[in-house]
């Protein structure tokens, strides 16, 4: 399977059922749902996110580099900031239907 067209979920190898594991690991993550909540389909700086989400600044980057890490989110920098977006937009699709899906169902029954 290509790199540019990846498996359909019932054709995916063990290597890809990993790396999709891993990358909803990280997001499962209830501070860094809502940094990626957060980002939506904006550029955030760390500051703009540190005032949306009122935790730490050293708290968030520590969590922003595990999300960049996992090719969830990417980074910009202009002048002396660095700008904070999902890294494209079939996440952005995908994490807009998991909240709408998720956030408003009781999984917990």
Do not use: F
Not at 32 to 61: F, M, P, Y
Not at 73 to 89: E, M
């Amino acid at each position: 399977m290509s790199k540019d067209q990846p498996a359909s979920p019932e054709n995916q190898s063990t290597e890809e059922a990993a790396l999709t594991a891993n990358a909803l690991k990280a997001m499962a993550n209830p501070l860094r749902w809502r940094i990626i909540c957060a980002l939506g389909s904006e550029e955030l700086s760390v500051n703009d996110i540190v005032e949306k989400i009122g935790t730490s600044q050293s708290n968030i980057s520590q969590h922003l580099v595990l999300l960049k890490n996992k090719n969830i989110i990417k980074s910009r920098k202009d002048a002396n900031k660095v700008y904070y977006s999902i890294s494209n937009d079939q996440l952005l699709a995908l994490i807009a239907n998991m909240s709408s899906v998720l956030c408003h169902t009781n999984l917990d029954d």
